[in-house]
């Protein structure tokens, strides 16, 4: 397998590399609130009260937001190397746990 398409949702922090996104401009939530409204967008896609690309496109502090968090199609050694790990890791239409990187904590939907 050379390539997944995924979607993410990301939650930044006070620890991320860059703590600011197009939905606000000093972040300043701990890593373990960013955990805490992570889990429960999560719980809202499990339960089907939201869909993953709702959630996404209000709630991402990633530029992808705007396209319902998809990343479109990658291979390996583009991505950080936990997201890129559990994006190979899933099946299509998979949603991951909760995957930390060097961005702030994500869900990943691996999409193709």
Known sequence: ?????????????????????????KITRS?????????G???QIVSGQK?????????????SAKR???L????RGQMQKPFED???????GEMSDIVDTDSGVHII???A
């Open 1 to 25: 397998m050379d390539q997944v398409q995924c979607s993410h949702l990301l939650v930044k922090h006070s620890g991320s590399r860059r703590p600011a996104s197009w939905r606000e401009d």
């Open 31 to 39: 890593k373990e609130e960013a955990i805490g409204i992570l889990k």
């Open 41 to 43: 967008y999560r719980e």
């Open 51 to 63: 869909t993953f690309q709702e959630l996404a496109s209000q709630y991402s502090d990633c530029s």
């Open 68 to 70: 319902g968090g998809d």
């Open 72 to 75: 479109g199609p990658f291979g």
């Open 86 to 92: 559990a994006s190979f890791t899933l099946k299509v």
């Open 109 to 111: 939907l691996r999409t």
